[in-house]
């Protein structure tokens, strides 16, 4: 099975049960919420849109059926935890000044500032009532580690904010931003389901530590198409991470190793006011040459080996093995 298929088999899954949770809430919550994830137009009628890429939701599937257990039991974690990273991408869109997400405007941008941070909030608060409406011990354990994965995501987020402040940031400070921002949630959408099913606590954290890999690849590829990557299949403007001036993998790669064109890039991030088209096609020539994309890409195939690594001592069944393994190099090899 192709990794588009696996997350439209996870999404078939997990998506009605998400849609009834955010059909719970209040009219004034769900609606951007429900706008947010690609099912209603900001008027409120129906969208084609639909919701995001389905990664977490898919892993956290295989994660059950990777130890046994039905794709079914993971749907209250897969659920939690997609509902986890999109209160994030409200809130991020908002830090970001972020107008645009999915190829139309970002919730901020359609509703105003306050009604995005609340109705993200409500996305936050459900993950954690759709994981305790049974507080089974499974689910208990669950809600456990999902907290963790949340704390760790939200310090990987102040990390990347206090970056701003920063002239110059180290690639090891870059990934450990990261590792967190975006690997330790991933972690926890590759072991819940396993968790739900009663899994070994040496699985669980077999899975988790793929996830947490797996995340830092994820994340150096978003960087790379944050600069590089085609606005229509992204659905953000081109060179959108230097517009904001993030010291993203690729940029610390160049402001921290001495590379040639380091105080070039320095002289255009320090520059007053907004960034014109050209300083951007500036920066990333200058980013290029020096081999910020490359050792970003490299990152990128170096963390993806050690994921797939981390799955080689778990006896899964032969068909969820290729499916994980599957999805894995179809979420690195990506390009939106």
Not at 63 to 79: D, T
Not at 147 to 168: H, I, K, N, W
Not at 169 to 181: P, T
Request: net charge negative.
């Amino acid at each position: 099975m192709s990794g588009p298929e696996i997350l439209k088999r996870a999404r078939l899954l997990v998506e009605p049960v998400m849609e009834g949770a955010v059909d719970g809430l209040c009219s004034e919550l769900g609606l951007p919420a429900r706008y947010h994830l690609g099912w209603a137009e900001a008027d409120g009628s129906p969208s084609a849109v639909g919701a995001g890429k389905g990664l977490r939701p898919a892993l956290a599937v295989l994660s059950a059926e990777a130890v046994g257990a039905p794709g079914e039991v993971a749907v209250p974690g897969a659920v939690a935890v997609e509902l986890v990273h999109n209160f994030s991408l409200i809130h991020d869109d908002i830090i970001d000044g972020d107008v645009e997400r999915r190829h139309r405007a970002t919730v901020w941008a359609a509703f105003g500032t306050d009604d995005a941070i609340i109705s993200g909030d409500a996305l936050h608060n459900l993950a954690f009532q759709v994981l305790l409406a049974d507080p089974t011990s499974e689910r208990v354990a669950a809600t456990v580690r999902l907290a963790r994965a949340t704390s760790a995501m939200l310090a990987g987020q102040a990390a990347d904010m206090a970056f701003d402040d920063l002239p110059v940031v180290g690639f090891d400070d870059c990934l450990s931003m990261e590792a967190d921002k975006t690997g330790a949630l991933l972690g926890c959408a590759a072991s819940i389901g396993a968790v739900l099913a009663g899994a070994t606590e040496t699985t669980v954290e077999a899975l988790d530590s793929f996830g947490q890999e797996l995340g830092v690849a994820f994340q150096a590829v978003d960087d790379v198409l944050g600069i590089w990557g085609n606005p229509e299949v992204t659905g953000k403007a081109a060179g959108n991470d230097l517009r904001e001036r993030k010291k993203s993998m690729p940029v610390a790669v160049v402001l921290s190793g001495g590379a040639t064109g380091a105080a070039d890039l320095a002289d255009i991030y320090n520059k007053p006011g907004d960034l014109t088209d050209d300083d951007v096609a500036r920066a990333t020539a200058i980013i290029e040459a020096a081999g910020g994309r490359e050792r970003t890409e490299a990152e990128a195939a170096s963390r993806l080996e050690s994921a797939l690594d981390s799955l080689d001592a778990l006896a899964m069944p032969s068909e969820v093995d290729a499916e994980i393994r599957g999805l894995a190099c179809f979420a690195v090899e990506r390009s939106f």
